[in-house]
């Protein structure tokens, strides 16, 4: 599970349990602050979702929601969602690409200090 409040008004959240990835959404204030979170499936109707999803993030990335699954083969995947504030509603199109999986020994550019 992990978290993130793109605003004071919000917190987006994601979870993966037995294998699906949710996306979830509620109001911090105003008048849907007793709704809870409203959940979405990112499993069910896009394309590319990884089998063997078995660690889950998110984050804010420009004005959307990255999120992103490491799967049990070390690959890593992400799908984005918007959130729209005015219905505290994620707007998700559930397309999972796959990103540059890390390797053993993988050390990034090498960076000098001067």
């Given amino acids: 599970m992990d978290a993130y409040n793109p605003s004071a008004s919000h917190e987006v959240k994601a979870v993966l349990s037995d294998g699906i990835t949710y996306a ?6 105003g008048p849907n602050v ?12 896009g ?14 990335q420009a004005n959307g929601t990255s999120i992103q699954v490491l799967t049990t083969d ?12 005015s219905t505290d509603t ?3 199109d559930e397309v999972w690409m796959q ?16």
């Fill in 47 to 60: 394309e590319g979702y990884p089998m063997g999803a078995c660690s889950v993030s998110i984050a804010n």
């Fill in 24 to 29: 979830g959404i509620r109001a911090l204030t």
């Fill in 74 to 85: 070390g690959e890593v995947y992400e799908t984005v969602c918007e959130v729209e504030n």
């Fill in 99 to 114: 990103l540059e999986t890390p390797e053993p020994g993988d050390d990034g550019p090498e960076v000098r200090v001067s």
């Fill in 34 to 45: 007793d709704r809870g979170y409203v959940w979405y499936d990112l499993t069910d109707d």
């Fill in 90 to 92: 994620l707007d998700c």
